[in-house]
């Protein structure tokens, strides 16, 4: 599988990415007079950044607000095609992140979920009947003390 190469951002473009991360409501008139752009140039950079996949522009929730009370990573061991377990794990309502790795587990996965009993049968149940999964380790978490989404822009 052939990567393109990454994307080159100007100091405009990360300086539009650094205020959307700070608040994604921003207005883009706001936005233009911290960067020296229009508001319409604004439209035009934020739209080809979303549209070339270099950003999203989301809502991040706290799941322990929303009910889900709990929340872990799932180390799997896989045989196999990784991608093929991968792809299948994915497709969990439960699931938010996958990513496939290198070292004593084949892939990381993160789930919320509403209890412990949730939990169980989400790995019980289905993660660990689906094909090649031969083994998986959870970590539960219990308290969350950092999370930020400002690393792309460095």
Wanted: hydrophobic share 40%.
């Amino acid at each position: 599988m052939t990567r393109k190469p990454p994307t080159q951002l100007d100091d405009v473009s990360k300086a539009i990415i650094e205020q959307l991360q700070q608040d994604g409501r921003r207005s883009y008139a706001a936005i233009g007079k911290v960067v020296g752009l229009s508001e319409a140039a604004v439209r035009q950079r934020v739209q080809r950044l979303t549209d070339s996949g270099v950003m999203q522009v989301v809502a991040v929730t706290d799941p322990l607000e929303l009910g889900f009370a709990r929340q872990a990573m799932v180390g799997i061991r896989v045989t196999g095609p990784l991608e093929k377990a991968a792809d299948r794990i994915a497709e969990l309502e439960e699931v938010d992140y996958v990513v496939v790795t290198a070292g004593s587990f084949d892939l990381l996965v993160e789930v919320v979920c509403e209890s412990d009993e949730h939990l169980l049968e989400l790995i019980s149940d289905r993660i660990r009947t689906i094909e090649g999964v031969v083994a998986t380790e959870t970590f539960m978490y219990l308290r969350l003390r950092k999370q930020t989404y400002s690393w792309g822009v460095r």
